[in-house]
């Protein structure tokens, strides 16, 4: 569990928010954070709407609606953000792959934004092959996914990893943010020369959580990573 004490949990997002563009959150974090007056007018606000495979459990891989896209519009939030996850070996995915096709057509209908999370899985766990990401980039991207958000790919960091990404970026024709997974203990630097790298490959953006929330310093991790963002 990474949100307990929620009190923390919330402090630690508030602290971040100033040097972020835009939050996804689940609905309760979203609407208190909002409530507090943590979310500016500036910020794109996110509903993430299916999220129950929760992560070790014999259901993982069966993400299923939480929220809807009307609620998502009726709250007056940006757009939501919804995640499939691609396994070959797995029939679930046809039936995750049939969700996200009607999710995208209710939030065209709604006029929302979509931030979709395609991830690829493999052995119960997400796959950071690179030939695997840019399968699960394609497929969310052809069935009308207007913004996509994928893992960053296994590679040497450096020039190997610029050229993985740029890969990714280029098989679709839409925005690509690029996730940022756990926090490394005490390891800024890899954290920061990612986020660089990422960038470098054209990415839109980062989307990170835990490796901003759960650092000793939220708020001083938060500026690193939005200035290696936004060097280029």
Do not use: C
């Not at 939480?66 to 998502?72: I, K, L, N, P, T």
């Not at 939030?77 to 046809?94: Q, Y």
């Not at 766990?125 to 207007?146: Q, T």
Request: charged share 25%.
């Amino acid at each position: 569990m990474t949100v307990e004490p929620y009190r923390d949990y919330l402090a630690a997002l508030t602290a971040a928010l100033p040097y972020a563009d835009a939050i996804l959150a689940s609905a309760q974090p979203l609407r208190d954070l909002v409530a507090a007056g943590a979310v500016e007018a500036r910020h794109a606000t996110y509903l993430s709407i299916n999220r129950t495979g929760l992560a070790g459990s014999a259901f993982e891989l069966d993400d299923r609606l939480v929220a809807s896209v009307e609620a998502a519009a009726d709250e007056g939030w940006t757009g939501i953000k919804h995640m499939v996850r691609i396994d070959m070996s797995d029939p679930l995915t046809a039936s995750a792959l049939e969700l996200l096709g009607r999710v995208l057509e209710d939030t065209r209908a709604a006029g929302l934004d979509a931030l979709i999370e395609s991830v690829p899985w493999r052995d119960a766990r997400m796959d950071h092959d690179v030939d695997a990401i840019v399968r699960a980039a394609v497929v969310a991207h052809d069935l009308g996914a207007p913004l996509l958000k994928v893992p960053v790919p296994a590679a040497a960091a450096g020039p190997a990893r610029v050229d993985a990404v740029a890969r990714v970026v280029a098989s679709v024709g839409v925005p690509v943010y690029f996730l940022g997974g756990p926090r490394r203990d005490g390891d800024r630097a890899s954290v920061l020369a990612e986020v660089r790298d990422v960038m470098q490959g054209g990415a839109a953006g980062v989307a990170v959580g835990r490796v901003v929330i759960e650092d000793p310093d939220p708020k001083a991790m938060a500026a690193l990573v939005a200035d290696a963002a936004r060097a280029r």
